[in-house]
């Protein structure tokens, strides 16, 4: 290694390394050029159209946006606690549900059917559907009186109920991308079933399905905004109200944007990781 | 007393008796070679020893313990026996030390320094202690063979059970793997190898079975089996190495 460093590369070399400079240059400013080129295009065109002023005045409004931006911003701290609770929650109950579905013994079937069905039922139904049967339905069986159940809760539950059935198919996939001889690798040591799924073959397979997990965290990330149906006051509901009050869109906007913002870091991470993943399994070739 | 009694060993998978009655008792310190055709039945029989494998028929006694038992703890057994596989040994995602230090951590409970320096001279004795941080896919074929043998070892097991741990190496590679288990014999480790490496059985396995349609067709010493073989089976197949 040390004598790598202290050798001068060759004329040659140094010749590729300028040309490789100079393609990056070029490329970075290909791109710059055509960004701007396009979001030109689209600002002189929109300009153009008649009915933009009047559409820019109901859905960008400073002024509107200004004075929603408390209630929306007050809004969205539910749906972030919500999507807290979700996490956990769905963390939970995924694991527990691939790992049910992944049991190999004969005399578990019962269980494993229970699993089964359970994932395809609700991967099946739509989450708003949930959302109804959740924060009407259990409300309506009128439990122990006096006991409201808030809504923030209803909402965890129904997420909880459709998101676990979606996460445990991606975790049971990773599971059983495992190589069985890993399997064997691991029992053979002596490790028991659970301690060969916690130390060998769990982080393996979410390490394999570590993309696709974060997928359904974006996802995660804006349906916690249709908790506004069971009338919580989230950032949807919120910028409802602010929008019926103003005469004026742009609360939705702000909202939207809010739930953009979220999402953001989440999805970067994802491209971040997936990149970081297949140039460890390229190892250093380039194609 | 012998440290592994088979007493009647039958295996079938659906209709097929792939083992038709096996009696083997194997002493301290020897170094046994299994050998015999492909799909005769010598994976299987170490699986089997295992307990990775249920048997239909017959009887497993670790020392003075029965292990075929169905109440016996086949996780508690597994920890006395090293095994090594043909291929995928190594646990990807840990680093080379922790693979080799995982049973002693998770199985018998020694404390982490003490695991770690056990694995550190491991590695250290095959020459990897700087490979000791990285992980398996940064090691050729037979570091990885040979960090995988040290990995059984590790946990001083009674019995080593090796199921051809070179075929799936480049034959550069096979040397090196071959002098460690020839060392560990040599050390009077206990072992039981399948293999397809006919020089080596005969180099360093004080007794060598012939497996042949679900039975033991012939042992003895190495010069017996492979100087003087008394069944035309083995001098059949035999011929086919020696060709
Ligand atoms: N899980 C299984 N299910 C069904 N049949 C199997 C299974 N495992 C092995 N067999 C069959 O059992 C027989 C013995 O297989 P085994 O792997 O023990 O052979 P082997 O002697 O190790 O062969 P090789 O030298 O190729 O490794 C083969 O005919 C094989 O097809
Ligand atoms: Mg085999």
Redesign the interface.
């Given at each position: 290694m040390t004598n790598e460093t202290a050798r001068q590369p060759s004329s040659i070399e140094l010749d590729r390394r300028a040309f490789r400079r100079q393609q990056a240059t070029r490329s970075v400013l290909l791109s710059v050029g055509s960004t701007l080129l396009f979001a030109a295009v689209v600002v002189v065109t929109l300009s153009l159209l008649p009915g933009w002023p009047r559409v820019r005045d109901t859905f960008f409004d400073l002024g509107t946006a200004a004075q929603a931006w408390p209630r929306v911003a007050n809004g969205f701290l539910l749906n972030l606690r919500v999507l807290a609770y979700s996490v956990i929650t769905v963390s939970i109950c995924g694991m527990a549900l691939a790992l049910l579905r992944t049991l190999r013994s004969p005399v578990l079937f019962p269980v494993r059917a229970l699993a089964t069905g359970y994932t395809d039922l609700f991967r099946g139904t739509p989450l708003i559907v949930v959302l109804y049967l959740v924060g009407f339905g259990i409300p309506g069986l009128q439990g122990p009186r006096g006991v409201i159940i808030p809504t923030e809760v209803l909402g965890t539950i129904a997420i909880t109920l459709t998101y676990s059935a979606y996460v445990s198919e991606v975790l049971r996939a990773g599971i059983e991308s495992v190589?069985p001889?890993?399997r064997?690798?691991?029992?053979?040591?002596?490790?028991?079933h659970g301690?060969s799924m916690r130390?060998?073959i769990i982080?393996?397979a979410i390490?394999k399905v570590g993309p696709a997990l974060m997928n359904d965290f974006v996802s995660m990330q804006k349906d916690v905004g249709l908790i506004s149906i069971l009338g919580a006051v989230d950032a949807i509901r919120a910028a409802g109200i602010e929008t019926a009050k103003a005469f004026n869109f742009t609360p939705y906007v702000l909202a939207g944007l809010l739930f953009v913002l979220l999402a953001i870091p989440t999805i970067r991470l994802t491209d971040w990781y997936t990149a970081r993943q297949r140039r460890r399994e390229q190892?250093g070739s380039i194609v | 007393m012998s440290v592994l009694r088979l007493e009647g060993i039958h295996k079938n998978y659906g209709d097929a008796a792939v083992l038709r009655g096996i009696d083997l008792a194997v002493d301290a310190h020897e170094v046994i070679a299994v050998i015999g055709a492909s799909g005769s039945g010598k994976s299987t029989l170490l699986r089997a020893i295992n307990l990775l494998e249920p048997i239909d028929d017959g009887q497993i006694w670790l020392g003075e313990q029965d292990i075929s038992d169905p109440r016996t703890k086949a996780d508690a057994v597994r920890a006395r026996i090293g095994f090594v596989f043909q291929h995928l040994n190594l646990f990807p995602h840990l680093s080379v030390i922790d693979n080799v230090t995982l049973a002693s951590r998770h199985v018998l409970r020694v404390p982490i320094a003490e695991a770690t320096a056990t694995g550190m001279a491991l590695l250290e004795r095959i020459g990897l202690a700087d490979k000791a941080q990285e992980y398996p896919d940064r090691l050729s074929g037979g570091q990885q063979q040979r960090a995988a043998i040290v990995r059984a070892v590790a946990t001083n097991p009674e019995l080593l059970l090796l199921d051809e741990v070179t075929s799936a190496l480049d034959p550069e590679l096979v040397g090196e793997v071959l002098e460690l288990v020839r060392e560990l014999g040599a050390e009077g480790t206990t072992i039981i190898m399948a293999t397809h490496e006919m020089a080596f059985a005969r180099d360093v396995a004080t007794r060598v079975v012939f497996l042949d349609q679900g039975v033991i067709a012939e042992e003895g010493t190495p010069a017996q089996v492979f100087g003087a073989p008394r069944n035309a089976r083995t001098k059949e197949f035999l011929a086919r190495f020696t060709a």
């Open positions: 190589h001889s890993q064997l690798a691991a029992r053979s040591l002596g490790l028991s301690q130390i060998v982080p393996q390490r190892m | -």
